[in-house]
């Protein structure tokens, strides 16, 4: 589904990612831990289509298409989707005027006829269930005065609507209590399929604890430097991610 | 059009054309005046980013135009604001108040003209007071122009205690089909103790010369009244206008205006409210959304004349293409004007690099207790924001698009005359899949 090959990027002159490699199929959960500042934040946008960020090296195939050379709005038409470490609050715009009007823009991409009024309320009706999400959110302005938890909750909610093939969640469960990362993992798992994929990236192990990844990356100074399976998740948490810095950098000195 | 001699002649011509006029003073004054400032240039502060020289330089039809104009009243019909079954329509073409084209529902409305007020026993002395107010506040010779050739202006009288059931739409029609036309508008205003009024008011153009209104209106407000006014200005390019709107609160009142620009030649609202009655309340929002090389300008006045009013002013601006603006905000609190409470925000977004505007908030405070605030920004669309939406599928276009109505959006809820609401939100749209973003 996902294929990353020695993929660089600068941002602002800076060089942030310095050859990810990484792949992921259909029907995985793939998870990306690392210190902060790692470039985790980094490969996401990328991924996404930010603008400030620039990739000067390596290739990104996304269900056959060269993902780099797709706008962000194309990359979420063909099924890629970005939960937001910082949701963007939009003063003005109508949580759910947002959100139907990406609902259909991207079926207009696919070729599909937009939803009507009926059929959008319905699909609405049932997602917010999924999501234990209420109505009076939805009618606030995008994000605006939202709490941390009802930001992250709103994002998975958009996720659930626009039913992407590719999720990132970058961050998800940060600033969420255990309640709240029991629900955003919960909406996750029910919309995981063997059609779909999932990559978690996070800074701790707990969420990984709702969401089982099938393999673990950790991401250090804009590389991949070890990967394994939900077990390395475990090992980072006990012994912390020193013990990561410290190989790696010997390596390096080597 | 740009010489004295011009405009003397008309004067003497206007003069000798009245067996009796009411306004022989006044009107003499403002000529006096007129000619000792003349039309505005960019030296004179107030005017320094808006240029009218080239308006007066063109030639118009004539100083005072043809008071029946077939065309325009043909017009009204297809310039009429939404919900105008239930509203006291006010017509004036070509800047002389229209009665024939006029409909008055409210029998709590008392309509006259300016003439016959003045000569009325109960508007006598109203008339003769508050006439000619602003001319304390806009000392330019704009002003005094519209004063001098006062003609066919109109008296408006809301009666004691009444709640104005229906409201008064104003349209001020210029036909410029057979040349170039130069209107001047002028009303009188008188809202009575603990009376209710809301107000829509427009401009329209018709025919391919170009028109230039220098509008002047004044208005009274009294004990327990409230206010609700509405400026629409959606016309051609070939439009200018200077609009003045000059609210009095000579009792303790409530005002509240929305001034919405979304297109013209070169546009000037002058906005005054004198809050000379103590706990009044004034809300001043705007909104401006211009695009090809139309310009601008809103000067607004808030005076704090006496102690504890509260005013708040609300500008938003979105600017397109070539299109300049100014927003240019005065608050004074006059020193017996303690606890005085006046805030001012103007917030810009510029769409294209030719695109700009120039804000300025002047606050000139005589009295030591007081709590003021002002701001103003000036910036483009937010790129995260435009990225969010477009990360979810939402494309450019429709990203920018959504991002500009939700900009406009805390002033559009603030026009609280519901046809008038869905009006101003359709031509939004329309302005936005025009795809001038
Ligand atoms: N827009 C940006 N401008 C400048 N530096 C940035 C920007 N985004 C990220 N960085 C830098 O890139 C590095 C990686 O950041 P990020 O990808 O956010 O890390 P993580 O998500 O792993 O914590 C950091 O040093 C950060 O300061
Ligand atoms: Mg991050």
Redesign the interface.
């Given at each position: 589904m996902l294929k990353i090959q020695n993929l660089h990027a600068n941002v602002e002159g800076k060089q942030i990612l310095k050859g990810i490699n990484l792949e992921i199929k259909a029907g995985e959960v793939h998870a990306i831990m690392g210190p902060n500042g790692s470039g985790k934040s980094t490969l996401a946008s990328v991924l996404?289509?930010?603008?400030?960020y620039e990739v000067t090296e390596g290739t990104v195939e996304f269900l056959g298409r060269d993902l780099l050379d797709l706008?962000?709005?194309e990359?979420?038409?063909e099924g890629l989707?970005?939960a937001?470490q910082y949701?963007?609050e939009?003063?003005?715009?109508s949580t759910t005027?947002?959100?139907k009007?990406?609902v259909n823009?991207?079926r207009k991409?696919r070729g599909q006829e937009s939803l009507d009024a009926v059929a959008f309320l319905k699909m609405m009706k049932e997602k917010m269930a999924l999501m234990n999400i209420d109505q009076s959110l939805l009618s606030r302005?995008l994000n605006e005065g939202f709490s941390g938890g009802e930001k992250k909750r709103n994002e998975i909610f958009?996720m659930a609507m626009?039913q992407p093939k590719l999720a990132i969640l970058d961050e998800t469960d940060s600033g969420l209590d255990i309640d709240a990362i029991r629900i955003v993992a919960n909406g996750v798992n029910k919309l995981h399929t063997k059609e779909n994929a999932v990559l978690v990236v996070t800074h701790y192990q707990r969420l990984l604890d709702y969401i089982i990844p099938d393999f673990v990356h950790v991401l250090y100074n804009g590389r991949i430097v070890k990967s394994g399976t939900k077990e390395l998740a475990l090992e980072l948490e006990e012994k912390g991610y020193d013990f990561i810095k410290n190989e790696i950098d010997v390596e390096e000195q080597v | 059009m740009n010489n004295l001699e011009y405009y003397k002649e008309r004067f003497d011509r206007l003069k000798s054309a009245k067996t009796v006029d009411r306004f022989a003073d006044i009107r003499q004054n403002a000529f006096n005046d007129f000619s000792k400032t003349g039309i505005p240039t960019s030296k004179n502060e107030e005017w320094k980013y808006t240029r009218i020289g080239n308006i007066f330089n063109k030639e118009y039809r004539s100083l005072i135009p043809d008071v029946v104009s077939a065309a325009a009243e043909e017009a009204l019909s297809s310039v009429r604001l939404p919900g105008y079954e239930q509203a006291n329509e006010l017509v004036f073409v070509n800047g002389f108040f229209n009665q024939p084209l006029s409909t008055i529902r409210s029998s709590d409305l008392v309509i006259l003209s300016l003439e016959e007020a003045a000569v009325a026993d109960e508007y006598r002395e109203f008339v003769k007071k508050n006439l000619g107010h602003s001319h304390h506040y806009l000392k330019d010779g704009i002003n005094a122009l519209n004063t001098a050739f006062m003609q066919g202006g109109l008296f408006i009288h809301v009666k004691k205690g009444y709640a104005v059931e229906h409201p008064v739409y104003i349209y001020n029609i210029s036909d410029a089909g057979a040349g170039n036309i130069f209107c001047q508008p002028r009303s009188l205003m008188h809202v009575a103790e603990n009376s209710q009024l809301q107000m829509a008011e427009t401009y329209v153009t018709i025919g391919g010369s170009d028109s230039f209104t220098n509008q002047v209106m004044e208005v009274v407000i009294e004990k327990d009244a409230v206010v609700e006014y509405y400026k629409i200005q959606n016309d051609a390019a070939n439009a200018s206008l200077v609009s003045t709107t000059h609210f009095r609160q000579t009792g303790k009142s409530y005002i509240h205006t929305v001034t919405i620009s979304l297109n013209g030649g070169i546009v000037r609202n002058n906005l005054n409210i004198i809050m000379e009655s103590e706990r009044s309340e004034a809300h001043l929002y705007g909104l401006y959304f211009h695009g090809g090389t139309s310009h601008i300008d809103n000067h607004t006045i808030v005076d704090n004349v006496k102690p504890n009013c509260f005013s708040n002013e609300l500008y938003k601006g979105i600017l397109n293409e070539d299109s300049t603006g100014v927003f240019n905000g005065k608050i004074y609190v006059r020193q017996d004007a303690q606890k005085t409470n006046a805030y001012q925000s103007n917030k810009n977004i510029l769409l294209s690099d030719n695109a700009s505007v120039n804000t300025k908030p002047q606050l000139e405070i005589f009295a030591d207790d007081v709590k003021c605030s002002h701001g103003c920004t000036v910036g483009q669309l937010d790129e995260e924001a435009m990225f969010y939406l477009q990360s979810r599928g939402i494309s450019e276009s429709t990203a920018r698009s959504l991002l500009v109505r939700a900009f406009a959006e805390d002033i559009l809820e603030h026009i609280k005359l519901d046809p008038i609401h869905k009006y101003i939100e359709k031509l939004i749209v329309k302005r936005l899949k025009k795809g001038t973003t």
């Open positions: 996404a289509g930010r603008k400030e706008d962000p709005e990359r979420a038409g989707f970005l937001f949701p963007v939009i003063p003005g715009l005027n947002f959100i009007t990406a823009e991207i991409y302005p958009q626009l | -």
